[in-house]
């Protein structure tokens, strides 16, 4: 059986230097120091420094996180990014609300590719970095910031295919040597609602779970659906400005988008599933040049035989719907209800949502706690009390059984978890060495286009 790592239950810009770091599983193991580091710092100063890669809106919200946490000084003191429009906006923003703890001069604000080594070397050991770039970089930074000795909080999903998973995996057994803090943006999972919810379930007071339902259907989101690249933009940086159109960027928008909701349902069983079989398709696409499908279904088995099915749409004028729900033999629970927060987990007897049948709701007042907080409060809280903390391996099986969903629909195919973890296509087997003057890690066509899934046709891969 294939078991949840559930510690933490209390519980997100030139990105990459130019050097062959030529990682495998089995080297990344074996290749950094032993050494422990202190709690926080030396005694005369408690400030908590933090280093922002990835200057996006979803980075730019995690620091904005990260300086509210008021148990202690907290200060953004460098910032890296590829792009230098959205590092500079991100700064405005964050200096504007947190005048007093904002304190990045020019001198550390970096636009390149070895920008977050610049960054992370402006922090001491037992500082953190922040990492919301697209996740195809994440073993990259990781790989740095445990030879630093920083703690990291790392956006989801933390990988997108087989051997990135294998590479953070084995990245993590020295950041645990370490006793390095380290984060996943999964913050579902530090929701106060959700985490009575999963102790109602584990208690029994829905019976045994046979079936859960997570929905995640709108227009289009993020940068899911591109057009044509620009004739004047580079293609790799086309590329990286457009990530989530990009499977070896982001895994595309099913990896980053739809984790959250088959996190938080295998969260509920306290256990992932072993295979999926999925469909998918690609509807009305007009322009979009993208790698996306527009559509998925996933049919998730666990050991037991119990399923969880997700859907997936990206498309305009269609039922809208973005919840989780699981279903016992004893009742129904609601495990998300509109978005991720606020959650409003409810019970109810029987399969159907009745209000007269519910036997329990968390409360609404006081207002819900915010999750987006809460994993800060938590990884700022075990950083000073120097707590063991590390969500690492429960981020990289959520992320992997999110793509092993996305692989089902991609080649037609029922995928295994060991099958996942062991694919050995890897989108991007390069990225430690990319340029901006170099080749982007897919190729468009003479029109224009990229390659897309071929479900059926391309059986062992995904494009």
């Known amino acids: 059986m294939t078991t949840l790592d559930n510690s933490h239950n209390s519980s997100r810009r030139s990105f990459l230097k130019s050097t062959s770091v030529g990682l495998t599983a089995t080297a990344v193991a074996g290749t950094l120091s032993q050494m422990t580091i202190p709690a926080v710092h030396a005694a005369q100063d408690s400030t908590v420094q933090i280093a922002l890669v990835g200057c996006g809106g979803r980075g730019t919200g995690a620091a904005q996180n990260a300086l509210e946490v008021q148990n202690g000084p907290i200060k953004l003191v460098a910032m890296a990014d590829v792009f230098e429009n959205r590092l500079e906006n991100s700064h405005k923003s964050l200096s504007n609300k947190f005048e007093k703890q904002v304190d990045v001069p020019p001198e550390k604000r970096f636009v390149s590719f070895d920008g977050y080594k610049a960054a992370i070397d402006c922090l001491r050991p037992g500082d953190v970095a922040i990492f919301a770039t697209p996740p195809a970089f994440r073993w990259v930074h990781f790989k740095y910031a445990i030879e630093k000795g920083v703690n990291v909080f790392m956006e989801k999903p933390v990988t997108v295919d087989g051997p990135s998973t294998r590479k953070i995996l084995a990245l993590n057994e020295q950041a645990k040597s370490k006793n390095l803090k380290v984060a996943v943006g999964l913050m579902c999972r530090h929701c106060k609602a959700r985490q009575e919810l999963f102790r109602r379930i584990q208690d029994g007071e829905i019976g045994d779970i046979v079936a859960l339902r997570c929905y995640r259907m709108h227009p289009p989101v993020g940068s899911a659906f591109s057009t044509a690249k620009p004739d004047d933009m580079n293609e790799l940086m086309w590329q990286i400005s457009r990530f989530h159109s990009f499977l070896w960027a982001s895994g595309g928008c099913f ?60 498309m305009v004028g269609c039922h809208d719907q973005f919840a989780s729900y699981a279903h016992g033999s004893k009742g129904l629970a609601i495990i998300s209800t509109a978005s991720h927060t606020p959650a409003k987990c409810k019970i109810f007897k029987g399969q159907k949502i009745d209000p007269t049948k519910m036997t329990w709701e968390f409360p609404q007042e006081p207002k819900e706690p915010n999750p987006y907080g809460l994993e800060w409060e938590d990884l700022i809280s075990a950083i000073r009390k120097d707590e063991k903390y590390n969500e690492v391996q429960r981020g990289a099986e959520a992320s992997l059984v999110t793509s092993m969903g996305r692989m089902a629909a991609h080649t037609g195919q029922v995928i295994k978890y060991d099958q996942m973890l062991n694919c050995e296509h890897e989108f991007a087997p390069t990225v430690d060495q990319l340029k901006i003057d170099g080749e982007a890690p897919v190729k468009a066509d003479a029109n224009g286009k990229y390659p897309i899934p071929l479900p059926g046709l391309n059986s062992e891969r995904e494009y």
Request: proline share 2%; with cysteine.
């Open 255 to 314: 990896s980053d988008f739809y984790i959250h909701n088959i996190d938080e349902s295998c969260w509920m069983t306290g256990r992932w599933p072993v295979e999926a079989q999925a469909s998918g398709g690609r509807q009305f696409r007009g322009n979009y040049v993208d790698q996306n499908f527009d559509n998925y279904s996933v049919e998730y088995t666990f050991d037991d035989g119990a399923k969880l099915f997700h859907y997936g749409r990206t």
